[in-house]
């Protein structure tokens, strides 16, 4: 089937009367689509593009596959307040644990009572999402665990993501795993969809992606080297783009879009 025709039968499935939508509606976007990473800002998508990603706050693409992001295991600068202090991930010493790179603290998924508090937000943006008209969700910073100084485990992670998956599928829509290559083999029991991989022709990873997913992975590079090698290696199976790494509006000054 080919990317055009996958999109149409994707979006079709997802317009069923509400009275008919179930976990059975959703699908996860076409695999080789033209595909744009907008989740710093929305514009107009290029030409050829027919899946793209954009954060929670904006509105989707008409016409397109749209991917609605969520940062789902971490906070955003600036919204500590937006979540109970307790839910907020602490040491031993009572500081917020940091994810560094971007400023954002990690959120408490250390017990079942924290995840299903954590998880009963975060379904209130995915229900959002679906209100909008996203067919499925990217929820961010599955591997968080990894930052967090030992306080969390990848069991911690899954058992989470296993209330967003579930939740999204309650609303029709598929649910994406980000990074995190090694819990891919994982996906079915988790309820995972489809991979968005970041980088992963720069760390030659994506086969493991494609070991869980097939050609259901979507590939971001940051670099001229990842997308080369993402692009011999993937470039006949696989959604691939190269894209700025603050993932700027076109237009900007920092704005890059490259393809295969």
Partial sequence: MSAA?????????LA???STASAAAFAPPPTHAGFDYQIGGAYTPPTGVTVVSRDRSAAPAAGLYNICYVNAFQVQPGEEKDWDADLLLRDANGKVVIDEDWGEALLDLRTDAKRTRVAAKVNSWITGCKTKGYQAIEPDNYDSYTRSKNLLTASNAQAYIRLLSSHAHSQGLAIAQKNTSELAGSRTANGLDFAVAEECGQYKECG???????NNVIVIEYNATGLSRACSGWG?????????????????????????
């Fill in 16 to 18: 069923a009367t509400p």
């Fill in 236 to 260: 006949t199976k696989l959604s691939i783009v190269r894209r700025d790494v603050d993932v700027s509006p076109k237009g900007s000054s920092g704005y890059v879009r490259k393809t295969c």
């Fill in 5 to 13: 025709a996958a999109l149409t039968a994707a979006v079709a499935a």
């Fill in 208 to 214: 493991d992606y494609t070991a869980a997913f097939g």
